[in-house]
T-cell receptor, first 111, second 115 residues
Framework: NAGVTQTPKFQVLKTGQSMTLQCAQD?????MYWYRQDPGMGLRLIYY???????DKGEVPNGYNVSRLNKREFSLRLESAAPSQTSVYFC??????????FGPGTRLTVL | AQSVAQPEDQVNVAEGNPLTVKCTYS??????LFWYVQYPNRGLQFLLK??????LVKGSYGFEAEFNKSQTSFHLKKPSALVSDSALYFC?????????????FGAGTRLFVKA
């Protein structure tokens, strides 16, 4: 089992460009999450999907959109990237017992 | 609203000594509490959780944590630190009563274990 996978691992964008971060899990979890990690600020929840077909805003949703494509896949889209979105992005999933399993992260730089 | 505080940015301890990483929380309902560890350039890994039951919970790699409801704390402990325990540790809380999925993470505490 691969667990939670994310692509790409690294990305550099120019201001205004768009991109989609991909996430997939093979643990048959219902819930999936997108976080951003910035120095000294811990992890902040961007969006989450409690189950297939549903998505909800987290703490910092502005500038992002998500799609729960199916039970396995949950993508995060930046429509018009800004330097403030430079961060490390983590996808996670969780099952019945609440703890989350994290992917390896995507390091995004917006110039 | 939920919140988590990790009052120490960094904890330094000598190998073989006991370690404690502090966490306090605020939540309106019953707390679901978690500890995660992050090694450099990696995602977070689950260490242990408290949902209900015994206040002392044991987790991976010899770590344990004690839930203290009156002090709203969930401190992470290990009797004998290893150099390999050096990493970034996150405490997290979820409101178990609301049925929601929002988990709030603390800012993290960097643990440095010196040989």
């Amino acid at each position: 089992n691969a667990g939670v996978t994310q692509t790409p691992k690294f990305q550099v964008l120019k201001t205004g460009q768009s991109m989609t971060l991909q996430c997939a899990q093979d643990m048959n979890h219902n819930s999936m999450y997108w976080y951003r990690q910035d120095p000294g600020m811990g992890l902040r929840l961007i969006y989450y999907s409690a189950s297939e077909g549903t998505t909800d805003k987290g703490e910092v949703p502005n500038g992002y959109n998500v799609s729960r494509l199916n039970k396995r896949e949950f993508s995060l889209r930046l429509e018009s990237a800004a330097p403030s979105q430079t961060s490390v992005y983590f996808c996670a999933s969780s099952g019945t017992f609440n703890e989350q399993f994290f992917g390896p992260g995507t390091r995004l730089t917006v110039l | 609203a939920q919140s988590v505080a990790q009052p120490e940015d960094q904890v330094n301890v000598a190998e073989g000594n006991p370690l404690t990483v502090k966490c306090t929380y605020s939540v309106s309902g019953n707390p679901y509490l978690f500890w995660y560890v992050q090694y450099p350039n990696r995602g977070l890994q689950f260490l242990l959780k408290y949902i209900t039951g015994d206040n002392l919970v044991k987790g991976s790699y010899g770590f344990e944590a004690e839930f203290n409801k009156s002090q709203t704390s969930f401190h992470l402990k290990k009797p004998s630190a290893l150099v390999s325990d050096s990493a970034l540790y996150f405490c997290a809380v979820r409101d178990g009563d609301t049925g929601g999925f929002k988990t709030i993470f603390g800012a993290g505490t960097r643990l440095f274990v010196k040989a």
